[in-house]
Structure formats: structure tokens, C-alpha cells
Nanobody, 119 residues
Framework: QVQLVESGGGLVQAGGSLRLSCAAS????????MGWYRQAPGKQRELVAS???????NYADSVKGRFTISRDNAKNTVYLQMNSLKPEDTGVFYC?????????????WGKGTLVTVSS
């Protein structure tokens, strides 16, 4: 059993910063990719940022230069540092991890943490 617990969401004003954390717990031997997805009101869920086990990062064009994703493998935790937040960043952020289970990679999702950016 694997659980993902997200934290760090909240209400901030435009231009402010937040740091999201997602800790994976349970029987975990190896984590592959980790990432953050965002679902804005009335919008489809989209990839915000991801990081591979090798450290390669990928960002949505809308957050490049403002967000930074990182991971702490010893703690099975992924972070998303969000700077210069804009109202359009508002949405529910979901943590995603791919966990190696034998020959297969299982996908796990957090319940989401709400980020609201006011103008």
C-alpha cells in the first residue's frame, strides 16, 4: 500500500510564493518519475512539472522560470517551489508518483491541495 500526502497549499496574493510538498509512504523500494499536475476551475488537469529518477525536469510553458520541482529520494518526497504566483495558477494541485513494483511501474495520485492566488 502506498499513500501520497500533499501539503503547502493555501491562499496567497499575486506575486507571492508557496512551496508544495508530497510525501510517499508505505512499502516503497524505488520511485521513478514524480510530478505535479494542476486542475484549474473549468479546465482539464494538466502537467505542471515533473522530474525523473535521473533528475531531468520538465515544465509547462506557463510556469517556466517561476516554478522549480525537486525531489528528496531519501524521504520519498517531491517538492514544487512556486514563485511569482499569478491568479491563473489557481487550482487544485495533485501529486503523482510512479513506483517500481517488480517489473511494473504503478501510478499513484494524491488527493490534491488547493492553491488560490488572489489579485
Amino acid at each position: 500500500q502506498v499513500q501520497l500526502v500533499e501539503s503547502g497549499g493555501g491562499l496567497v496574493q499575486a506575486g507571492g510564493s508557496l512551496r508544495l510538498s508530497c510525501a510517499a509512504s508505505g512499502t516503497i523500494f524505488s520511485i521513478n518519475n514524480m510530478g505535479w499536475y494542476r486542475q484549474a476551475p473549468g479546465k482539464q488537469r494538466e502537467l505542471v512539472a515533473s522530474v525523473t529518477s535521473g533528475g531531468t525536469t520538465n515544465y509547462a510553458d506557463s510556469v517556466k522560470g517561476r516554478f522549480t520541482i525537486s525531489r528528496d529520494n531519501a524521504k520519498n518526497t517531491v517538492y514544487l517551489q512556486m514563485n511569482s504566483l499569478k491568479p491563473e495558477d489557481t487550482g487544485v494541485f495533485y501529486c503523482h508518483v510512479g513506483i517500481q513494483n517488480g517489473l511494473y511501474v504503478m501510478d499513484y495520485w494524491g488527493k490534491g491541495t488547493l492553491v488560490t492566488v488572489s489579485s
